[in-house]
């Protein structure tokens, strides 16, 4: 049985692409530029009578 989870196990590690750093950088910056357009607020808080 361990033959046959190693052999899963090659054709896993054979099927995953290699790591690209310049790839995951370039990634990461547009997550950044993503978060900060879709997550951050342009305009200020609205007023609200409601305390708490």
């Known amino acids: 049985m ?3 989870l190693d052999d899963i196990k090659a054709m896993m590690t054979s099927a995953t692409p290699a790591p690209d ?3 995951r950088a370039e990634n990461l910056v ?3 530029q993503n978060f900060d357009t879709l997550q951050g607020s342009t305009a200020g808080t609205r007023p609200t009578s409601v305390i708490g």
Do not use: G, M, P
Request: aromatic share 0%; proline share 0%; charged share 45%.
């Open 21 to 23: 750093a310049t790839r």
């Open 30 to 32: 547009l997550a950044r």
């Open 2 to 4: 361990s033959d046959d």
